[in-house]
């Protein structure tokens, strides 16, 4: 079974920098990728980044490029979201899940074993 654990969610001012961590456990290499996922409040959940098991590879929304980074420690079983430059419309509850679509995606509709979400709220 397939768990997943977000953190490191907080208030934080505009030009702002957050990490937040996904703690997985139960993942095999069978999976192909975890994803991270934003949903605000009135807002269907939209996927924000994903990073390749198998080999790394990494995918943004445009939104997001050159603002946040996903990176993996596999040896902590962890994946980060690293995100600077915050704005106010990244506000949401940020999600992590993982899939099973060899393809690069952001369709929350492809990925499963979501967790509680962690609360990122951009503010002056």
């Known amino acids: 079974q397939v768990r997943l654990r977000e953190s490191g969610g907080a208030v934080v001012q505009p030009g702002g920098s957050l990490t937040l961590s996904c703690v997985e456990d139960?993942?095999?290499?069978?999976?192909?990728?975890i994803g991270w996922f934003r949903q605000a409040p009135g807002k269907e959940r939209e996927g924000v980044s994903n990073?390749?098991?198998?080999?790394?590879?990494?995918q943004y929304r445009d939104a997001v490029k050159g603002r946040f980074t996903i990176s993996e420690d596999a040896g902590k079983r962890t994946v980060y979201l690293q995100m600077n430059d915050l704005k106010v419309e990244d506000t949401g509850v940020y999600y992590c899940?993982?899939?099973?679509?060899?393809?690069?995606?952001?369709?929350?509709?492809?990925?499963?074993?979501w967790g509680q979400g962690t609360q990122v709220t951009v503010s002056s």
């Open positions: 899940a993982v899939t099973s679509i060899q393809d690069n995606t952001l369709d929350p509709l492809d990925f499963h074993s």
């Open positions: 139960g993942i095999s290499r069978d999976f192909h990728g």
């Open positions: 990073i390749r098991l198998r080999n790394g590879d990494t």
